[in-house]
Nanobody, 117 residues
Framework: QVQLVESGGGLVQAGGSLRLSCAAS????????MGWYRQAAGKQRDMVAL???????YYADSVKGRFTISRDNAKNTVYLQMNSLKPEDTAVYYC???????????WGQGTQVTVSS
């Protein structure tokens, strides 16, 4: 099993920055990609950023140039640096891990990010 624990959410003013962290534990060798997703109130959960085992990254158009996903393999931790935050970035942010079957089977509990205008 894999456990994912997010941290770093909070309340920030528009234009500000936050860094989210996702610490992974358990059978992490089974993960071939990590990602950040978000779900705003009343909306579906959407992909924000992905990082693959080879280091490639992928971003939703809405966050390109503002958010950066990275990882520290020694700490088994993935980060999401969020700059130039906008009120529309307000959501619960989830960390996710992809299994060898390429399904997103592992999820954290989520961390709330609120951006005030």
């Amino acid at each position: 099993q894999v456990q994912l624990v997010e941290s770093g959410g909070g309340l920030v003013q528009a234009g500000g920055s936050l860094r989210l962290s996702c610490a992974a534990s358990g059978t992490i060798f089974s993960i071939n990609a990590m990602g950040w997703y978000r779900q705003a109130a009343g909306k579906q959960r959407d992909m924000v950023a992905l990082i693959f085992s080879a280091g490639h990254t992928y971003y939703a158009d809405s966050v390109k140039g503002r958010f950066t996903i990275s990882r520290d393999n020694a700490k088994n931790t993935v980060y999401l640096q969020m700059n130039s935050l906008k009120p529309e970035d307000t959501a619960v942010y989830y960390c996710a891990g992809r299994s060898p079957l390429n399904t997103w089977d592992y999820w954290g509990q989520g961390t709330q990010v609120t951006v005030s205008s």
